[in-house]
T-cell receptor
Framework: KNEVEQSPQNLTAQEGEFITINCSYSVGISALHWLQQHPGGGIVSLFMLSSGKKKHGRLIATINIQEKHSSLHITASHPRDSAVYICAVLSGSARQLTFGSGTQLTVLP | KAGVTQTPRYLIKTRGQQVTLSCSPISGHRSVSWYQQTPGQGLQFLFEYFSETQRNKGNFPGRFSGRQFSNSRSEMNVSTLELGDSALYLC???WGTGRDNEQFFGPGTRLTVL
């Protein structure tokens, strides 16, 4: 079993829809990252959180430490949101990130 | 403020050769981490450097090595290249090594081994 599991693997939505991507992890963590990767490879860090909820524009990230679960929500989705979204956890005292396999999001106009 | 830069962006090598990739962190950042991304294994941690010292290492063979210079720039080297080393190599920098230090990623170097 992978330490970090994401669902769904692929997601297709219509423009304007509300989107949720889930991440579950099996280890104790000190922080969780949500990353966005566009075709071509560049990765952008969307959120880093260790508790509660963060919001940036149309993006919202939540984490439940007790349930070892995090969600990334996109409100009013737009075709430019099409990308791979990756969850990564920083566990214990180590600095190394362990990554989920990513969710390929396609938003259709 | 300039972001993380990586050079070269694309590289083609043949089996058995060696390769050196470079990463320049955001100005003021002292920690640099390297990651490998392949279609089969996804993103995997290679190593982290802070103040010219390797602080953490992932589960990769000794053919993968790195170093960090006094200006925080980092290089990684892969010797005796194998076909399976074809990947996108990403580096990320952060100010420090604490858990609250967010990592900022570079555009990556895409290595193809023929």
């Amino acid at each position: 079993k992978n330490e970090v599991e994401q669902s769904p693997q692929n997601l297709t939505a219509q423009e304007g829809e509300f989107i949720t991507i889930n991440c579950s992890y099996s280890v104790g963590i000190s922080a969780l990252h949500w990353l966005q990767q566009h075709p071509g490879g560049g990765i952008v860090s969307l959120f880093m959180l260790s508790s509660g909820k963060k919001k940036h524009g149309r993006l919202i990230a939540t984490i439940n430490i007790q349930e070892k679960h995090s969600s990334l929500h996109i409100t009013a989705s737009h075709p430019r949101d099409s990308a791979v979204y990756i969850c990564a956890v920083l566990s214990g005292s180590a600095r190394q990130l362990t990554f989920g396999s990513g969710t390929q999001l396609t938003v259709l106009p | 403020k300039a972001g993380v830069t990586q050079t070269p962006r694309y590289l083609i090598k043949t089996r058995g050769q060696q390769v050196t990739l470079s990463c320049s962190p955001i100005s003021g950042h002292r920690s640099v981490s390297w990651y490998q991304q392949t279609p089969g294994q996804g993103l995997q941690f290679l190593f982290e450097y802070f103040s010219e010292t390797q602080r953490n290492k992932g589960n990769f063979p000794g053919r993968f090595s790195g170093r960090q210079f006094s200006n925080s720039r980092s290089e990684m080297n892969v010797s005796t290249l194998e076909l399976g080393d074809s990947a996108l190599y990403l580096c990320a920098s952060s100010w420090g090594t604490g858990r609250d230090n967010e990592q900022f990623f570079g555009p990556g170097t895409r290595l193809t081994v023929l």
